[in-house]
């Protein structure tokens, strides 16, 4: 729960701009029906609300959120909700439509969907959050619901923010619905293995890819930008798999040790003073300039929009690994691709998060709860299948994993949008 755009941070180039490009290169190469093409390009519903927060002082703030629906034709939206000063519309249609391909990429039966509140949740105090979040709830609730809207955490919101959306959508219509919102806590319907879910997804795909390039992960050197939901789990992870962490940011600042960072310890240190900067076991250095240090995959964990044409023939690492969402420009893909860096894509490598979301409805709506042993192991199924089936389209198409994602998603959506008919 802790993210400010750093000074360091690029000016990141619209979102919803990329997302469409990403779509318009994977529609070309699908040859994809015009008419099709345009249901696809936009999004289905679009709700602005501007609505008023009691504060602690007395006053009254009016804040500014948004939902997004990019699809629903292959079931109920799904995607989480931002809390952050930067969010925009144009940012919340692009994770929307990411939702969408995301799904449909490990093949789990929901729409894409995202929201946002314009706000710095640093700077409110937790009942002014709790004010915030129940009257933003009340507001989407025309949207929301466990067979149409499903929202989930995303930057700066967490499972106590989930919760408060689940009480009260529950207050509204008399009873308790668990499957409104996934990433909740566990005393109240949430899922063994969500909390790492991002992660251990990411590690899957990363193994993966790994194999097929021969590419070893014993000692690889790995930089990570974002040190929170996502990210925090995964270095762990890495760590686990033999991987050296040797730098890692947060929207405080950023430090690295040639020799290796002790995850475990920084996380300690991260929780009881909330950064990662100042850590004692290794050097400050600059935020932007370490995504260029050399190192054997890098991971974006934080926000759009990092990694562009003005960063990328500099960055160094062999693989990227997308925790991120929309954190690589496609120009800086085209870079990339020329020096030969393999971009593991947003929508495939960060999927785990949503698809143990999926687990997560399911087992709210049948109320009966699998283990976390059960919960990995199915994760990890799907995110190697997807992986295979992303790779197999790449070698077919000679395209890179990015694009082979967006068509196997998109046809995957445009199929459902064609047998289901344009209505009327
Ligand atoms: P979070 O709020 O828990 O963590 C974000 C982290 O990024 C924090 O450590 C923050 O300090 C850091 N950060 C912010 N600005 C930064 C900057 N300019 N430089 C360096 N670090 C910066 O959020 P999260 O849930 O971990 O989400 C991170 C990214 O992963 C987002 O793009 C999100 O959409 C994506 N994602 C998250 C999940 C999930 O399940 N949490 C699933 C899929 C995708």
Redesign the pocket.
């Known amino acids: ?6 000074s ?2 690029p000016v990141a180039e619209n979102a919803f701009d990329i997302a469409q490009k990403q779509f318009d290169i994977a529609a070309d190469l699908l040859h994809l029906d015009a008419n099709l093409r345009d249901v696809l390009r936009n999004c289905k519903r679009e709700l602005t609300v501007n609505f008023p927060v009691k504060m602690d002082d007395g006053s009254i703030r009016v804040f500014q959120g948004y939902r997004v629906h990019h699809n629903i034709a292959r079931g109920p939206a799904k995607g ?1 909700l ?1 809390f952050h000063p930067a969010v925009t519309l144009d940012e919340v249609r692009a ?1 929307a439509m990411w939702m969408t391909w995301k799904c449909a990429v490990v093949g789990i039966p929901f729409g894409g969907a995202k929201g946002g509140v314009v706000c710095d949740p640093k700077k409110l105090s937790l009942t002014e959050l709790e004010n915030l979040t129940r009257r933003f709830a009340t507001e989407i609730s025309l949207l929301i619901g466990p067979d149409r809207d499903i929202p ?5 919101t967490s499972p106590l923010v989930m919760s408060w959306i689940m009480d009260t959508y529950s207050m509204a219509v008399g009873h308790s619905v668990p499957a409104v919102v996934t ?1 909740k806590p566990l005393s109240i319907g949430g899922s063994e293995g969500r909390l790492e ?2 992660a251990r997804g990411a590690v899957d795909v990363i193994i993966e890819a790994a194999r097929d390039r021969q590419f070893p992960l014993d000692g690889a050197r790995v930089i990570l ?8 789990p995964l270095a762990s992870f890495l760590s686990q798999l033999g991987c050296r962490v040797i730098g890692v ?4 600042g ?1 430090i690295h040790n040639p020799h290796g960072i002790d995850c475990a310890r920084l996380r300690l240190y991260q929780r009881e003073t909330g ?1 990662v900067a100042g850590f004692s076991m290794a050097e400050p250095v600059d ?1 932007l300039g370490m995504l260029e240090l050399p190192c054997d995959i890098l991971v974006p ?4 929009g990092q990694i562009t044409h003005r960063n990328a023939d500099r960055i160094k690492a062999k693989m990227i690994a997308e ?5 690589t420009t496609p120009e800086a893909d085209v870079i990339l691709g020329e020096k030969g860096v393999l971009v593991l894509p ?1 929508i495939l490598c ?5 698809t143990v979301s999926y687990f997560e409805w399911v087992q709210d709506l049948q109320s009966f709860f699998w283990d976390e042993e059960e919960v990995n192991a199915r994760l990890q199924r799907i995110m190697v299948r997807a992986y295979q089936n992303v790779a197999r389209m790449a070698e077919q198409h000679n395209v890179n994993l990015r694009t082979a994602a967006h068509m196997l998603a998109i046809s995957l959506v445009a199929d459902a949008t064609r047998t289901r008919g344009i209505f009327p």
């Open positions: 729960m802790s993210t400010q755009r750093s360091a941070t989480g931002r994770l989930a955490p995303d930057v700066n990433g879910a991002t930008q974002g040190f929170g939901n996502a990210g925090a940011s947060d929207s405080s950023a950064t935020p964990a934080a926000l759009e925790v991120a969402n929309g954190p947003d960060n999927a785990g998060g949503v």
